[in-house]
C-alpha cells in the first residue's frame, strides 16, 4: 500500500505540473503549444500513475483507490497553488479537505473495524 501511495504522490505532483503550471508559465504561448508540454509532463504521470493502480487494486477496492487518489490529489493541489501558483489560501481549502476526511472513513471504515 506505501508504493501505491508513493506512486500517486509522484503521478500527482507531475499531473498538477502539467494541468496547472502553464497557465503560470506559458501564459504567453498559444494553447496549442502549453497542451504539447502538458502532455509530454503527463507522460511521466502515466508512468506512475498506472503503475499505482494496478498495484493499488491488489489491495483495496477501486472505489478506495478513487477516494485515496482524490485525497492526494488535493494535498498536492492546495501547496502548489498556494506556493506556486501564489493563489490565496482559503478557507475552503481546509472545508474540501474535510469532507474528503469523511469520505476516506466512509470508504475505508469497514477496514477500520
Same mark, same amino acid.
Given at each position: 500500500?506505501?508504493?501505491?501511495?508513493? /506512486?500517486?504522490? #509522484?503521478?500527482? +505532483?507531475?499531473?498538477?505540473?502539467? %494541468?496547472?503550471?502553464?497557465? =503560470?508559465?506559458?501564459?504567453? =504561448?498559444? %494553447? &496549442?503549444?502549453?497542451? /504539447? *508540454?502538458?502532455w509530454g509532463i503527463?507522460?511521466f504521470e502515466y $508512468? &506512475?500513475?498506472?503503475?499505482?493502480?494496478? +498495484?493499488?487494486?491488489?489491495?483495496?477496492?477501486?472505489?478506495?483507490? =478513487? +477516494? $485515496?487518489?482524490? *485525497?492526494?490529489?488535493?494535498?498536492?493541489?492546495?501547496?502548489?497553488? *498556494?506556493?506556486? &501558483?501564489?493563489?490565496? /489560501?482559503?478557507?475552503?481549502?481546509? %472545508?474540501?479537505? $474535510? #469532507? &474528503?476526511?469523511?469520505?476516506?472513513?466512509?470508504?475505508?471504515?469497514?477496514?477500520f473495524a
Open positions: 500500500m506505501l508504493s501505491t501511495i508513493g /506512486l500517486l504522490i #509522484c503521478s500527482n +505532483i507531475f499531473m498538477t505540473f502539467a %494541468w496547472y503550471a502553464h497557465l =503560470k508559465e506559458l501564459n504567453n =504561448k498559444p %494553447w &496549442l503549444i502549453a497542451a /504539447l *508540454v502538458s503527463a507522460l $508512468l &506512475l500513475q498506472v503503475p499505482a493502480n494496478r +498495484i493499488g487494486y491488489t489491495v483495496v477496492s477501486v472505489a478506495e483507490l =478513487k +477516494i $485515496l487518489q482524490e *485525497v492526494i490529489t488535493l494535498s498536492v493541489f492546495v501547496p502548489f497553488a *498556494v506556493f506556486y &501558483l501564489k493563489e490565496p /489560501l482559503k478557507l475552503d481549502y481546509l %472545508w474540501a479537505g $474535510l #469532507c &474528503l476526511v469523511g469520505a476516506v472513513y466512509f470508504m475505508f471504515r469497514g477496514r
